[in-house]
């Protein structure tokens, strides 16, 4: 159980465009999402957290008008990297929490990443 | 502040136990995480504490001491595919999950 699926796990784009990365929790309902951001040989930054049904809540520094999020249901939340520059190369991870009781309510699991590179 | 100490990396050899350290300052504590991450991919959930004690999984365990802000992870019979980062995280009284660096652990043959 607590599978989470992230697609796609690659992406190479040009300077200026838009990519959307999809997190999907396969096997149990998501009341919150994380979306994380990783750099090479760093710790993992937190973007924002996400409930489902009402707006993102992102970490300071990070643009919530570059960087769109949205949990339209249960099992799904969107990261939209809006006019992606190549300093926007990286590698983002969502996790989800189901949050129902005991150990699994605080539990994130994580997808296996998407791997951003901005060219 | 909060904060999350951690070292940064470890050396041991396949077939040996090693136990990796986690300190904590945090404002509150509502548990305590560990999670497995290989290079290049992202991190699987190991264990959580929330109470006082030791926790056996198999061959990886985990310690806790809330008193003294502290707990460890420890690897038993290690494995070449045990060389992983392992990453501390706890979370405070407002429920963020407050991340450590990691420790990247080399298994030697």
């Known amino acids: 159980g607590a599978v989470v699926s992230q697609h796609p796990s690659w992406v190479i784009c040009k300077s200026g465009t838009s990519v959307k990365i999809e997190c999907r929790s396969l096997?149990?309902?998501?009341?919150?999402m994380f979306w994380y951001r990783q750099f090479p040989k760093q710790s993992l930054m937190l973007m924002a957290t996400?409930?489902?049904?009402?707006?993102?809540?992102?970490e300071q520094g990070v643009e919530k008008d570059k960087f769109l999020i949205n949990h339209a249901s249960l099992t799904l939340s969107t990261l939209t990297v809006t006019s992606a520059h190549p300093e926007d190369s990286s590698f983002y991870i969502c996790?989800?929490?189901?949050?129902?009781?005991?150990?699994?309510?605080?539990?994130?699991?994580f997808g296996p990443g998407t791997r951003l590179l901005v060219l | 502040g909060q904060n999350i100490d951690q070292p940064t990396e470890m050396t041991a050899t396949e077939g040996a136990i090693v136990q990796i350290n986690c300190t904590y300052q945090?404002?509150?504590?509502?548990?305590l995480f560990w999670y497995q991450q290989h290079a290049g991919e992202a991190p699987t959930f190991l264990s959580y504490?929330?109470l006082d004690g030791l926790e056996e999984k198999g061959r990886f365990s985990s310690f806790l001491s809330r008193s003294k802000g502290y707990s460890y992870l420890l690897l038993k019979e290690l494995q070449m595919k045990d060389s992983a980062s392992y990453l501390c995280?706890?979370?405070?009284?407002?429920?963020?999950?407050?991340w450590g660096a990691g420790t990247k652990l080399i298994i030697k043959p």
């Open positions: 996790s989800a929490r189901s949050g129902t009781s005991g150990e699994e309510k605080e539990t994130q699991y």
């Open positions: 096997d149990f309902q998501a009341t919150t």
């Open positions: 996400s409930n489902e049904g009402s707006k993102a809540t992102y």
């Open positions: 945090t404002s509150g504590f509502n548990g």
């Open positions: 504490n929330v």
């Open positions: 995280a706890v979370l405070d009284s407002n429920y963020q999950l407050i």
